[in-house]
């Protein structure tokens, strides 16, 4: 009884349970190995993972070294074998398997199980996609696999060379703050809502622009105003989609910023008076986005491309503007402070500051009609942001007809709030 209460207590402690799972995750990438009739099967690559795990269980490095270099030798035989043997094929797939089941092993045996875990499950679907992904590698044009690269280098490149944390900029006497990463990570989302945004237009026509439209904008309705003025600088006709995108990002946004309150309130006395107001630019947002395009028929968009870099990079410059303009002003106001603050988070995340605002309501340091002042100041902030944004994208009318449709529905929110209030 006492060992089965320690083992179910903390059983991946114990080395025979993770011998076990390394052994168990190798016959697991090995399944599709064997299905597939290839030279190495469950057995072998559930031997290479219990190998890797015994090698780091004894704190031997060099073992360890020479079981890789083992696994090296057994995938070269294998490749050998295909080369001389043509109906067998080169196995270099396999190779590389039977090197990730070693890693497996060594990462499980070294109590990262999650990482191997997850590494086993990773390679397994890609093991299991082959054809899928070899179908869609094969069907990409020049201007989409340029597209993938430079979002490769956007995101995984440059994002990690920006200094971590704040930096401090003087802006006319003025100290603000900014962060580079979070600007840059804007970028990044606009350039990946593009390529959702991308795939969907091209399989669902204009319509696919209202999923891109209603999705982002729970992620982050900023974002898909970016790439909208991307979308509409390669196909001027599709202004009114992008338009009704761009209302849909914003209903979104009014309806996650809704169930951020209501979550988090429940317990601690519902600001029901914010539901009013949100609802409302909900509720005018979706009407208006059905009447800014023609949903009767279906209509097929020539994109050139997911994304162009230099549309991209150029809205991630005007949005750190902006956060720098915000900064500046919530200093200069001084100790009106919260409300101040709260407007300027919304330019970057009306969520964030939806949250912030939940926050202190929940620990007592603002009452509940500030908390309500303070979640709508901020889904106004992400409105005025959108107008603000379009407006240096370029395409008059459609900047035009963004900014009309935003004072709307700031006038729509501001009398709700009115109506709330008195």
């Given at each position: 009884?006492?060992?089965?209460?320690?083992?179910?207590?903390?059983?991946?402690?114990?080395?025979?349970?993770?011998?076990?799972?390394?052994?168990?995750?190798?016959?697991?990438?090995?399944?599709?190995?064997?299905w597939?009739?290839?030279?190495?099967?469950?057995?072998?690559?559930a031997?290479?993972?219990?190998?890797?795990?015994?090698?780091?269980?004894?704190?031997?490095?060099?073992?360890?070294?020479?079981?890789?270099?083992?696994?090296?030798?057994?995938g070269?035989?294998?490749?050998?074998?295909?080369?001389?043997?043509?109906?067998?094929g080169?196995?270099?797939?396999?190779?590389?398997?039977?090197?990730?089941?070693?890693?497996?092993?060594?990462?499980?045996?070294?109590?990262?199980v999650?990482?191997?875990?997850a590494v086993?499950?990773?390679?397994?679907?890609?093991?299991?996609?082959?054809?899928e992904?070899?179908?869609?590698?094969?069907g990409?044009?020049?201007?989409e696999?340029?597209?993938?690269?430079?979002?490769?280098?956007?995101?995984?490149?440059?994002?990690?060379?920006l200094?971590?944390?704040?930096?401090?900029?003087v802006?006319?006497?003025?100290?603000?703050?900014?962060?580079?990463?979070?600007?840059?990570?804007?970028?990044v989302?606009?350039?990946?809502?593009?390529i959702?945004?991308?795939?969907?237009?091209?399989?669902?026509?204009?319509?696919?622009?209202?999923?891109?439209?209603?999705?982002?904008g729970?992620?982050?309705?900023?974002?898909?105003?970016?790439?909208?003025?991307?979308?509409?600088?390669?196909?001027?006709?599709?202004?009114?989609?992008a338009?009704?995108?761009?209302?849909?990002?914003?209903?979104?946004?009014?309806?996650?910023?809704?169930?951020?309150?209501?979550?988090?309130?429940?317990?601690?006395?519902?600001?029901?008076?914010?539901?009013?107001?949100?609802?409302?630019?909900?509720?005018?947002?979706?009407?208006?986005?059905?009447?800014?395009?023609?949903?009767?028929?279906p209509?097929?968009?020539?994109?050139?491309?997911?994304?162009?870099?230099?549309n991209?990079?150029?809205f991630?410059?005007?949005?750190?503007?902006?956060?720098?303009?915000?900064?500046?002003?919530?200093?200069?106001?001084?100790?009106?402070?919260?409300?101040?603050?709260?407007?300027?988070?919304?330019?970057?995340s009306?969520?964030?500051?939806?949250?912030?605002?939940?926050?202190?309501?929940?620990?007592?340091?603002?009452?509940?009609?500030?908390?309500?002042?303070?979640?709508?100041l901020?889904?106004a902030?992400?409105?005025?942001?959108?107008a603000?944004?379009?407006?240096?994208?370029?395409?008059?009318?459609?900047?035009?007809?963004?900014?009309?449709?935003?004072?709307?529905?700031?006038?729509?929110?501001?009398?709700?709030?009115?109506?709330?209030?008195?």
């Amino acid at each position: 009884m006492s060992i089965a209460l320690q083992l179910g207590s903390a059983p991946l402690e114990q080395p025979v349970v993770r011998l076990v799972l390394a052994t168990a995750l190798g016959l697991f990438l090995g399944l599709e190995r064997e299905w597939s009739e290839k030279a190495a099967g469950v057995r072998t690559f559930a031997l290479i993972s219990l190998l890797a795990a015994t090698l780091v269980t004894l704190e031997q490095p060099v073992l360890l070294a020479l079981g890789g270099v083992l696994v090296f030798a057994q995938g070269a035989v294998l490749s050998v074998r295909g080369l001389l043997d043509p109906e067998a094929g080169l196995s270099l797939t396999t190779w590389v398997a039977m090197f990730v089941a070693y890693g497996v092993g060594a990462l499980v045996a070294a109590e990262l199980v999650v990482e191997g875990v997850a590494v086993a499950v990773i390679t397994s679907l890609l093991l299991l996609e082959k054809h899928e992904l070899h179908s869609i590698a094969g069907g990409l044009t020049r201007p989409e696999l340029r597209s993938a690269s430079e979002f490769a280098i956007l995101a995984f490149v440059i994002y990690p060379l920006l200094p971590q944390g704040s930096v401090e900029l003087v802006v006319r006497s003025v100290t603000v703050t900014l962060e580079p990463r979070v600007a840059w990570m804007m970028v990044v989302t606009v350039a990946a809502i593009g390529i959702g945004n991308y795939v969907i237009v091209t399989t669902y026509g204009g319509r696919g622009v209202a999923m891109t439209g209603f999705f982002g904008g729970l992620a982050s309705s900023t974002a898909v105003v970016g790439s909208m003025i991307d979308y509409v600088q390669q196909e001027s006709d599709a202004r009114g989609y992008a338009v009704a995108a761009i209302l849909l990002a914003v209903a979104a946004m009014a309806l996650r910023n809704l169930a951020i309150v209501l979550a988090f309130t429940i317990n601690q006395g519902l600001l029901l008076d914010v539901a009013v107001p949100l609802l409302a630019i909900v509720a005018v947002a979706g009407g208006l986005a059905v009447r800014s395009a023609d949903w009767s028929e279906p209509v097929e968009f020539d994109l050139e491309s997911p994304f162009a870099v230099r549309n991209v990079v150029g809205f991630g410059a005007v949005f750190a503007i902006v956060l720098v303009a915000g900064s500046a002003a919530e200093q200069e106001l001084g100790q009106i402070g919260f409300y101040a603050a709260t407007a300027a988070t919304g330019f970057v995340s009306s969520g964030g500051a939806t949250t912030s605002a939940v926050i202190l309501y929940r620990s007592g340091t603002i009452g509940p009609a500030t908390a309500t002042v303070g979640v709508l100041l901020a889904t106004a902030a992400s409105i005025v942001v959108k107008a603000l944004l379009t407006g240096v994208g370029g395409d008059r009318a459609f900047a035009r007809a963004v900014s009309i449709r935003s004072a709307l529905l700031l006038a729509v929110a501001t009398e709700a709030t009115l109506i709330v209030v008195l």
